[in-house]
């Protein structure tokens, strides 16, 4: 939604446009644990974490108002953030899984999005993650943000630790809303 409302900000269809998502589960029904598959064993997700065993999926709702920077400027809007750069990946045929990304995919989403806005590897302080607490996926989202960042030159010049956060950890996985979500916290 957000790539979406961008794109059309960038090509003049729009003026201003709100772009959100959300995810309601009720009753919320609860799960049973089996191995293997994605659902967490203690009902704790833990992103990028050793002792991560899955996710749980928790419920969200949010939306963002996008407008060009220069359009808001002029109108004195209270601006959060500014979005540089966008990147958004179907993975196809190089996926890991069916619910499981591939690390071609992910690291050109990372690329263009950096590309696209002008931004060094090096000077990208916090990355918020999709990060679900699952071995597969966190293994290989950070495998491809490693790519991303090397390719982009930021591995020999980065002085600083760059963070890696994932709102999952604090609400599970909000699906249809993780996006927006995650994007939210980011701002914050």
């Known amino acids: 939604a957000v790539a979406t409302a961008a794109h059309a900000l960038l090509t003049d ?11 309601l589960s009720f009753p919320n029904q ?4 089996e191995d293997g598959l994605v659902s967490s064993i203690d009902g704790k997700v833990r992103p990028f974490d050793a002792s991560a065993s899955g996710t749980v999926f928790g419920d969200s709702v949010g ?6 920077m220069v359009d808001a400027l002029a109108d004195s809007d209270e601006c959060l953030a500014c979005l540089c750069g966008l ?19 992910q690291r050109e989403a990372i690329c263009t999005a950096m590309r696209v806005g002008g931004v ?13 607490g699952t071995l597969v996926g966190d293994g290989i989202e950070a495998r491809a943000l490693s790519d991303a960042f090397e390719a982009g030159g930021g591995g020999a010049e980065r002085g600083s630790p760059c963070g890696l956060t994932s709102i999952k950890g604090n609400i599970g ?9 995650g994007l939210a916290k980011a701002v914050l």
Do not use: F, W
């Open 13 to 23: 269809q729009a003026d201003m446009a709100l772009a959100g998502a959300s995810a």
């Open 120 to 132: 060094e590897p090096h000077h990208v302080s916090m990355v918020e993650c999709h990060a679900t």
């Open 87 to 105: 990147g958004v990946t179907n993975d196809g045929a190089s996926k890991a899984g069916y619910a499981a990304p591939g690390v071609p995919g």
């Open 173 to 181: 996985h909000a699906n249809a809303a993780a996006g927006i979500t």
């Open 63 to 68: 939306a963002v108002v996008l407008k060009r």
């Open 30 to 33: 609860g799960y049973l644990y």
